[in-house]
T-cell receptor, first 112, second 114 residues
Framework: DGGITQSPKYLFRKEGQNVTLSCEQN?????MYWYRQDPGQGLRLIYY???????QKGDIAEGYSVSREKKESFPLTVTSAQKNPTAFYLC???????????FGSGTQLSVL | AQSVTQLGSHVSVSEGALVLLRCNYS??????LFWYVQYPNQGLQLLLK??????LVKGINDFEAEFKKSETSFHLTKPSAHMSDAAEYFC????????????FGRGTSLIVHP
């Protein structure tokens, strides 16, 4: 089945640690996105990529980094510079940005 | 610049009653508009999408939304609520000025009482 897979489902970060969230899709989509979800704040865009080896910052990119070395993969690293990383992180993909987004099931990141 | 406002962080209805979830958008050009649903601890799923082909858009599970340009609104309705409709609902806008990257509203939590 085609879809988008996020792992792990739950992740814990220690002080000063970088952690990486995985996002893989087998839908052959060009565009991929990372959103952060906090209660009552909706989805806020962290980074997006419209093509391999290219990505752009979203509204809240500070403290995060991404790579897009393969079409199917778009990992997100939460760095130690992100002082409030506790949130639900959602990865999505689409054929083009104005088309339907397909979402993964999310990763809940918490701080120890 | 594009933006989305969802009125009401929570909406409570009785089972069988009409569901109305409000969405107003701000866009300098004709936008694409979407409604997504999110069940607890899951990703979002598309309910319906407006692409200018018709102002009344029908989606899955008997949901529909009407695009009203004069009111810059795209409200979501369902004639009769079911317990399984309890979820978080998000409106999103996509337009050329924002490189078509979707902007989401803050979401509305639909509560359905028996």
């Amino acid at each position: 089945d085609g879809g988008i897979t996020q792992s792990p489902k739950y992740l814990f970060r220690k002080e000063g640690q970088n952690v990486t969230l995985s996002c893989e899709q087998n839908l052959n989509h060009d565009a991929m996105y990372w959103y952060r979800q906090d209660p009552g704040q909706g989805l806020r865009l962290i980074y997006y990529s419209q093509i391999v080896n290219d990505f752009q910052k979203g509204d809240i990119a500070e403290g995060y980094s991404v790579s897009r070395e393969k079409k199917e993969s778009f990992p997100l690293t939460v760095t130690s510079a992100q002082k409030n990383p506790t949130a639900f992180y959602l990865c999505a993909s689409s054929t083009r940005p104005n088309e339907k987004l397909f979402f993964g099931s999310g990763t809940q990141l918490s701080v120890l | 610049a594009q933006s989305v406002t969802q009125l009401g962080s929570h909406v409570s209805v009785s089972e069988g009653a009409l569901v109305l979830l409000r969405c107003n958008y701000s866009s300098s050009v004709p936008p694409y508009l979407f409604w997504y649903v999110q069940y607890p601890n899951q990703g979002l799923q598309l309910l319906l999408k407006y692409t200018s082909a018709a102002t009344l858009v029908k989606g899955i599970n008997d949901f529909e939304a009407e695009f009203k340009k004069s009111e810059t609104s795209f409200h979501l309705t369902k004639p009769s609520a079911h317990m399984s409709d309890a979820a978080e609902y998000f409106c999103a806008v996509s337009e050329a000025g924002g490189s078509y990257i979707p902007t989401f509203g803050r979401g509305t939590s639909l509560i359905v009482h028996p």
